[in-house]
């Protein structure tokens, strides 16, 4: 996984990252520390890509990519049962 001069602006006009660079090697444990706000989360969401940078390009390999919520998190149009499947649908 590669960020590459990598922002984000939200529609707002919140800045919330900019030139971000790291390139994470296959089988490396990277930990992502900092204050609260700092935009650890913001940069996770990228990866995972449930938001687009403004700037910059994202490669991710193909492969598994697990991602946990800070909070309990459900799909409201599932039911609670197709929501606990969820997991094992996407790994097929």
Known sequence: MAFHHVG?????????????????RPG???SLVGPSGCG????????????KPTAGTISVATGKLG???QEATLLPWRSVL???ELPAELAG
């Open 8 to 24: 984000l602006t939200f529609e707002n006009g919140t800045h919330a990252l900019d030139g971000i660079d790291i390139a994470i």
């Open 28 to 30: 490396e444990f990277v």
């Open 40 to 51: 650890k989360s913001t940069l996770l969401r990228l990866a995972a890509g449930f938001e």
């Open 67 to 69: 991602y946990v919520f």
């Open 82 to 84: 197709r929501n606990v």
